[in-house]
């Protein structure tokens, strides 16, 4: 079975045999919905504890508590013993999957000091040059993750220490790089990316060792191992350096609309 239709069966046995109220019902598919996003065309077969923890890191970096990320399990949980009930599944992706904790909040600004150790904390290996670069990029241009991964070679402007961002709704700006930030992507593309891209169908700037783009959860994940690296007790989020950036800004004089212009917000 499919995971939509499995989700509309769910949802009618909850207002029809549950008596649930349309309200609750409709956040229950709200839930489930963004499931579905996350896994795509698959059968409710295939749902495995990767998937639902790469849900959860996808919910994470949309900027979701963990109070809604919690509810958003409880949903999930429900559906699963739904399917199981129904004899869809027979087993349970969620056995191994630790609820989010609450009362623990992530830090959203890092010290200009905090984001310094940060972002040296890469080594001189391939590895380390190329995410040294996506550190600075984050930094430098106040990037979301999905901004950074979805920027394109033809974007790039090294020569003018610029590139193009398609930001949220298709909203285009330019970002600006400082020369220590140009310097670090110039090197990552002269040095590491040849050796890994070397389909010349593939055109994300960042990639992986195996010449695949990067995707928002690799990146988040190269960003919290470089905090547990410089001893950070807690892992920033995914756009910690994005709001440092606004942060340091503003606090150095720069006007709040200034500031929204180079976010991509005006």
């Not at 958003?72 to 699963?80: E, H, P």
């Not at 960042?206 to 783009?213: A, I």
């Amino acid at each position: 079975m499919k995971i939509d239709p499995a989700i509309d069966a769910f949802l009618n046995h909850l207002a029809v045999e549950r008596g649930l109220s349309p309200a609750t019902v409709e956040a229950y598919g709200r839930d489930l919905t963004r499931l579905a996003e996350t896994l795509g065309p698959r059968e409710v077969e295939g749902i495995d504890t990767p998937a639902i923890r790469r849900h959860l890191d996808r919910l994470l970096e949309r900027g979701l508590t963990a109070a809604s990320r919690g509810r958003a399990l409880s949903a999930i949980s429900r559906f699963l013993a739904y399917l199981r009930a129904e004899r869809v599944i027979a087993h349970d992706p969620l056995a191994d999957v630790a609820r989010p904790r609450r009362g623990r909040a992530v830090p959203k600004v890092l010290g200009r000091e905090q984001v310094e150790a940060l972002i040296a904390a890469p080594d001189e290996t391939p590895l380390g040059i190329r995410d040294r670069a996506l550190l600075e990029l984050l930094y430098a241009a106040g990037l979301r993750v999905s901004e950074l991964v979805a920027l394109r070679l033809g974007e790039l402007h090294l020569d003018e220490r610029a590139f193009r961002v398609v930001g949220k709704g298709d909203k285009q700006r330019i970002a600006l790089l400082g020369e220590p930030a140009a310097a670090r992507l110039g090197r990552y593309l002269a040095e590491v990316r040849p050796r890994w891209a070397r389909d010349p169908r593939v055109d994300a700037v960042f990639v992986s060792r195996r010449g695949r783009g990067l995707t928002r959860q690799a990146v988040w994940y190269r960003i919290r191992h470089y905090a547990r690296r410089i001893g950070l007790s807690e892992a920033p989020g995914p756009h910690a350096l994005r709001h440092s950036f606004a942060t340091h800004l503003i606090e150095g004089g720069a006007d709040l609309r200034s500031v929204q212009e180079l976010l991509g917000h005006a």
